[in-house]
Each structure stands twice: as structure tokens, then as C-alpha cells.
């Protein structure tokens, strides 16, 4: 096992929780990153049911994130059906079983993307075949999602979220890392708009938006703005196989790393995940934007990297 040990406290820079934390019980906070050390794990093998156990052990176990009788919040990504561009159903499968076997009491997978979708992508025969539910929240229907207001927001002011996530108190964001012709990279800090209504979609892309650099600049701080509202407590990244070009919804070329990453600092995992494109993650506008609102290390050299091949 390599690892990479270089310590950075960070200190959080306001003690005050907005109005948000208190409407979604705990999951939604005016956030800025206060962890004692910015840790992630990548575990590389062809399993990825036991790369993503691994990779979650290596950071403390799932009992550090996912206390006995918690209700757990799982955000997918099953967008398209394409190779390389959704959450492998085994890493899925993994984070339920984690999940069950820390002691929570209700785990859910929720987003608004169709049936369809989930069961393209074989996550609705996970889902099933584990036992947990599957909420799918009606886009058309904008009583389904709750205005947010967005504090810290530059280019987001508000948010609108699926109320289902009001109904839980852990939230595991699981994406899978891969290209985007819109802001050159989706991962976890993006996964987030998988939570946002139409109509937040709409302020995200503004009207006659076009791959210029002032409307792709736009996307990226509405991206970052958005996270200072929502914490995940654990992100598991799908860094298996992915598309590096045509995405996000492909067919494409495929890059095959056959890696997990796993850890708490959005901006951190991220930054791992950027360079396996060859990325430096400077240069990636919504995690250089969420490490400019204090959300996580970009820096890799002041991340302890626990990295491990099975």
C-alpha cells in the first residue's frame, strides 16, 4: 500500500448554520470545510463491490458515517445507459450492504430521473433485489421540490431541492467521475444537481446558453454555489470505467482505471478524480470555484491519498 501523508488543518470559517439546516434536519448547511485533514482512499481491482467496501474502510468504516437507526440518502447517477457514463450497480449494491450492516433504518436512492433510467442502467435490480426504495421525484411537478435560499451563492441565489430529501438525515452522494462537453468534467460536486428541480436547471444554464466561457463559467459557480448548502456525509466515486469524450451521456472513448475513490472532501475527490483525465484540477472551474468557498483541499500534495490495489 502507497500513501501519500501530508497534514493540513483547515478551519472553518463560520460557526453560524443558515436557515436551510434546520428546514432539511442536518442535510442542508451553510458549509465550509473544518475537517482536521483533508483524507481520501482509491482502491483499484476488477471487484468494484469490494473496491468501494475497501475504499470506505480505509477512511474509517461506514459506521463513521452512517450511525445505527440513521435514514440514508443515496444520489446515483443512472443518466444514461451508455458504458462509462453511470454508477456501476455494484458499487451501489455495496454502499446498501455498508449501510445495512451499520444498523440504518430506512435507505432510499432518490433523484428525479425516470424508471426508465434506473432501470436501463441495472440500478432498479439492485435496488429491488437489496430491498430498499426507490423515490423518484416527478419533475413536472414543482410543489415535489422546496425553494432553498443559497447564502453564500454568487451566481445561485436559489435553489429548489426534491423534498424526499427532507426525509432523511445522511446523504451519500455516489457518481461516477467522466467527461462533460458542457464544464469538461462531472463528478461529485456536480452530482448535486440531480437534487435541483427544472427551474434551477434553467438558472444553472441561463437562457440561449451556448459552450462559451462566460456561460460555462456561470454553470461551474452554480455548481459551487450549490454545494455550500448540501454536505454530503460520504462520496463514492465511480472511477471504474468511464467516457473521456462524448459525455455526459456518450457512447465514447473509454478510459478503464478500475478505481473507487472514497472520502468527505468534495473539492479533494474531485481533484483526484480530475487528473485521471489527465486534468489539473485548477483548471477545472466548479472545483477550483468550491475550494475558493472553503469547501475542501484542491491542492493533492496537502491530501493524505490512502491508495491500495486489490
Not at 435507505?107 to 424508471?115: D, E, F, K, M, N
Not at 433510467?117 to 435496488?127: A, E, H, M, P, Q
Request: hydrophobic residues 40%; glycine residues 8%; positive net charge.
Amino acid at each position: 500500500m502507497s500513501e501519500v501523508i501530508t497534514r493540513r488543518s483547515f478551519i472553518k470559517k463560520s460557526a453560524g448554520i443558515g436557515v436551510g439546516s434546520v428546514l432539511a434536519g442536518n442535510l442542508l448547511v451553510d458549509f465550509s470545510y473544518g475537517g482536521p485533514v483533508s483524507e481520501i482512499a482509491v482502491v483499484t481491482g476488477s471487484d468494484y463491490t469490494e473496491n468501494t467496501k475497501k475504499a470506505v474502510a480505509l477512511i474509517g468504516g461506514i459506521d463513521k458515517y452512517v450511525p445505527k437507526n440513521s435514514k440514508v440518502a443515496i444520489l446515483a447517477n443512472p443518466q444514461s445507459n451508455n458504458p462509462g457514463t453511470y454508477t456501476k450497480p455494484e458499487i451501489v449494491r455495496a454502499a446498501i450492504q455498508m449501510c445495512k450492516a451499520a444498523g440504518a433504518s430506512e435507505i432510499s436512492c432518490i433523484g428525479w430521473l425516470t424508471l426508465r433510467d434506473w432501470r436501463n442502467t441495472g440500478l432498479k435490480d439492485v435496488i429491488d433485489s437489496e430491498g430498499v426504495k426507490l423515490e423518484i421525484t416527478n419533475l413536472r411537478d414543482e410543489s415535489l421540490f422546496k425553494k432553498v435560499a443559497v447564502p453564500k451563492g454568487i451566481a445561485l441565489k436559489e435553489a429548489r431541492i426534491i423534498k424526499t430529501f427532507y426525509n432523511y438525515n445522511i446523504l451519500i452522494d455516489i457518481n461516477i467521475s467522466k467527461e462533460h462537453s458542457g464544464n469538461n468534467y462531472s463528478g461529485i460536486l456536480k452530482n448535486l444537481m440531480g437534487m435541483n428541480s427544472p427551474a434551477s436547471d434553467r438558472t444553472f444554464h441561463r437562457r440561449k446558453w451556448h459552450m462559451i466561457s462566460e456561460d460555462i463559467e456561470h454553470l461551474d459557480q452554480c455548481i459551487a454555489d450549490l454545494n455550500t448548502i448540501i454536505q454530503p456525509h460520504l462520496c463514492i466515486v465511480d472511477s471504474t470505467e468511464f467516457v473521456i469524450t462524448n459525455g455526459p451521456m456518450g457512447p465514447g472513448k473509454l478510459l478503464k482505471p478500475q478505481k473507487v475513490v472514497a472520502g468527505t472532501d468534495r473539492v479533494a475527490v474531485d481533484a483526484y478524480c480530475a487528473t485521471l483525465f489527465g486534468y489539473d484540477p485548477q483548471n477545472i472551474l466548479a472545483i477550483k470555484k468550491a475550494y475558493e468557498h472553503g469547501l475542501g483541499e484542491i491542492d493533492l500534495k496537502k491530501v493524505r491519498i490512502k491508495e491500495i490495489h486489490l
